[in-house]
């Protein structure tokens, strides 16, 4: 109610703001003072302007003119007390009723009243007098035209009361009674949407009371709860008239009635709906899980797919995943079986190979044995670095060694080659005392010296030099390195090292029976299968290195960082 009644009081002063301009406008004009001027100068009996046309042309052009499109007005008129006047409208007129009623004295009455004072006079709804046969009511705005000296007569602005409800917007339904009083508290205007509440003689104080109108603001609209109606008033400097609503309060209980009921039952209509959403969805979706659960049953161990419903997008969803969970089943079933292939073939392997080192080292003791009692020392020694060699291998091959382990089997291996090569073999071995008992895999440091024979010096004339080193950094556990200043790695060894690095994982695949398959003249078996060893051990934290040495020759490294970067 706040709200409709500062917009209503908003719209009434704009149009009297409106008003204001468009009369100011008429009244400054001196061409219209000059032709009102010689109008009620005229000893004519007639209306002056009937006689006179460019005088009513010139009048009627100004109005025109100065007519406001925004105020919607139905008629404008200008006349003087002779009953000389000119309007300018939609309405139809009389002219002898229009005569006749200027002549009257109720209008000589108004004329001495309106020009009495320089505002605009408003005219509650009444009968137009200038054409009796129409039924609908009219409000009218009156100002006098005049300059400082002489009264020349009076501007009407007539609009219809549906018009002008229209313009202050008021409403058009329910019982809401909208009353407009003038600056002296006396009613001008009763909406004709009344209820009947108030009389409408009533003033705005008796309808208000005293004590509210002396304390109320002027600026915002303020509400009084009465025993049946609600009131909201307000009065603003730039408006004359104080706006009052008034609306029964079984109005509004009953508007709150109203909306309560429909909240009521939309809420239920909603409920009803989502029940039968919920159980036509949960019926369809029930329908779908059972002809899915139909067609899983149906899955064999020969048969690892399920029959595609193309009638239902889920279903061709469900389908697709079904199928792969049961690909990937097929896949690691597979993956399976060629596991514990390899790992029956291995352990025959294994027991076939414990025949052969078992019977040489027992060879070589015989041997050794026999040198020994012909005195021939160096038999007995070379037997005896041998069979230290084989005991390595056979004792405790799936449990860890120590690095002193593995370097003095490393050393023992370098040993014999050199009683080989003899003066054409030149070695070193470095070894920091901090890592000697860090725990390796068995045989990954021996593999990678003798690469060295099998790679760098094939083609290289000696004397050959190999310089071993195992320490620990900053970056790294332990970290082996095998330099030798031989002819390098072949490049398709070194390709084919990456591509085994790069397609390497720990799933138990083709990984490791592809490297057994290859042959030893391929080259670069022996590092490969210890970085394959190393990385199931320590994953990626090991790593390895094949880079050139200066002036020729390679370096090997091979270590287990600290941590992952």
């Known amino acids: 109610m706040e709200e409709l009644t500062l917009k209503i009081s908003k719209q009434a002063a704009l149009i009297y703001s409106q008003l204001n301009h468009t009369s100011f406008q008429i009244i400054n004009t001196s061409e219209l003072h000059v032709t009102m001027q010689k109008a009620g100068e005229s000893k004519e009996k007639v209306n002056y302007f009937a006689r006179h046309t460019d005088a009513e042309r010139l009048v009627k052009n100004y109005l025109s003119i100065y007519k406001s499109p925004g105020l919607n007005l139905s008629r404008i008129s200008i006349y003087n007390n002779r009953g000389d006047y000119v309007s300018l409208g939609e309405l139809r007129e009389n002219t002898d009723t229009i005569r006749s009623y200027l002549l009257s004295d109720k209008f000589n009455s108004l004329y001495t009243h309106f020009t009495e004072n320089d505002n605009i006079n408003f005219i509650s709804p009444h009968k137009d007098p200038y054409y009796t046969d129409e039924n609908e009511e009219m409000v009218s705005f009156y100002r006098v035209l ?56 009533v003033t705005l104080k008796q309808l208000l009371g005293t004590e509210v109108l002396d304390e109320s603001a002027v600026s915002n609209p303020e509400s009084i709860i009465g025993s049946d109606h609600i009131l909201t008033f307000i009065r603003t400097p730039s408006n004359p008239w104080t706006v009052v609503l008034v609306i029964p309060k079984s109005d509004i209980l009953s508007s709150i009635k109203l909306v309560g009921r429909l909240i009521v039952i939309v809420s239920i209509s909603f409920i009803i709906l989502t029940l039968i959403m919920n159980f036509v969805i949960a019926k369809q979706f029930t329908k779908k899980i059972r002809r899915t659960v139909d067609m899983i049953r149906q899955v064999r161990l020969d048969n690892l797919t399920i029959p595609l419903d193309k009638t239902d997008d889920e279903m061709v969803q469900i389908h697709n995943a079904f199928n792969s969970i049961f690909e990937r089943l097929k896949i690691s079933m597979e993956i399976e079986v060629h596991a514990r292939s390899r790992e029956t073939k291995a352990r025959l392997y294994t027991l076939e190979s414990q025949v052969n080192p078992h019977f040489l080292y027992n060879v070589l003791s015989v041997i050794g044995s026999v040198g020994e009692e012909a005195g021939v020392d160096k038999v007995a020694e070379l037997c005896e670095k041998l069979g230290s060699m084989f005991r390595y291998t056979l004792q405790n091959p799936d449990k860890e060694v120590t690095i002193r382990d593995e370097m003095t089997y490393s050393r023992l291996y370098l040993e014999l080659m050199k009683v ?110 210890t970085i394959m060893r190393m990385k199931l051990t320590y994953g990626d934290l090991v790593f390895y290195e094949i880079s050139p040495n200066h002036p020729k020759g390679s370096i090997v490294r091979i270590g287990v960082k600290k941590d992952l970067p």
């Not at 602005?157 to 058009?172: A, C, D, I, N, R």
């Not at 556990?477 to 060894?493: N, R, Y």
């Not at 799933?507 to 022996?526: C, K, L, W």
Request: charged letters at 25%; one cysteine or more; proline letters at 5%.
């Open 146 to 201: 005049r300059n400082e000296v002489e009264t020349f007569g009076l501007i009407e602005f007539q609009q219809t009361v549906s018009k002008f409800e229209e313009t202050l917007g008021l409403p058009y339904t329910g019982k809401t009674e909208v009353i407009l009083f003038d600056k002296n508290g006396q009613p001008v205007y009763m909406g004709r949407t009344s209820s009947g509440a108030a009389n409408p003689y």
């Open 420 to 529: 080989r090569y003899e003066d054409h073999l030149k070695y070193r071995v470095e070894i920091e005392e901090a890592i000697l008992f860090h725990k390796v895999p068995r045989l990954i440091f021996q593999p990678i010296i003798e690469n060295c024979f099998h790679h760098a010096f094939q083609t290289c004339h000696p004397p050959w030099e190999i310089h071993v080193s195992i320490k620990q950094t900053p970056e790294y556990c332990w970290l082996f390195e095998v330099k030798d200043w031989g002819d390098g790695f072949d490049p398709k060894v070194i390709a084919k090292l990456q591509l085994s690095n790069d397609h390497f994982d720990f799933s138990g695949s083709d990984n490791i029976s592809n490297t057994e398959e290859t042959s030893e003249n391929d080259g670069g078996v022996g590092l490969i299968n």
